[in-house]
């Protein structure tokens, strides 16, 4: 059992990893459009809302699945207090209740309401409300599903890790 949760754990983490690194290329992609669409705006007098919404999504996508990215590398931000001066297993501890009795229960929260939510831009593939706008706007908001099945999973990836370290015993 300890094997296949071991498996699971970086599968996911892999996956999250994975995820990850395609995100992170689109920070730069986006400060360049937001970047270009400034100069546009201010030095020639040109906007495009196509650009404007462009970086937004980019934005958004960079962000949600930087959330779990952040879960992953133990970039969350926690309530130091109690953590700082703990030990390993105490912190495993703090972790683990946390992972159970918060982070899951709230992305179980956010992809159950927003999955309706989605499902509905997805049956009239939702445009923009620009006509020059981009005309993904069913993907923008499943993406707030994808951001809590990613901030899901690496939680539980987490949650077996601290299990197993609590399963090892005093350190």
């Not at 972790?95 to 992305?107: H, K, Q, S, T, Y």
């Not at 908001?141 to 987490?158: D, M």
């Not at 890790?161 to 005093?170: K, Q």
Request: with cysteine.
């Amino acid at each position: 059992m300890r094997n296949f949760l071991t498996e699971l754990a970086d599968r996911i983490e892999a996956a999250v990893d994975c995820a990850g690194r395609v995100a992170q290329w689109l920070v730069p992609l986006f400060v360049m459009l937001a970047f270009a669409g400034t100069i546009l705006r201010h030095a020639f007098g040109l906007g495009s809302v196509f650009l404007q919404e462009s970086v937004l999504y980019l934005h958004a996508t960079a962000f949600l699945i930087g959330a779990a990215v952040a879960l992953l590398a133990d970039r969350h931000v926690r309530v130091d207090i109690f953590y700082r001066d703990a030990s390993p297993r105490r912190k495993a501890i703090v972790d683990m209740i946390g992972g159970i009795a918060a982070l899951l229960p709230f992305c179980a929260v956010v992809a159950y309401t927003a999955l309706p939510y989605a499902v509905r831009s997805w049956a009239i593939l939702e445009q923009s409300r620009e006509t020059t706008g981009v005309p993904l706007v069913f993907l923008l908001k499943s993406l707030i599903v994808g951001y809590a099945v990613i901030l899901w999973l690496q939680g539980l990836a987490s949650t077996i890790r601290n299990g197993l370290r609590l399963a090892e015993g005093p350190s």
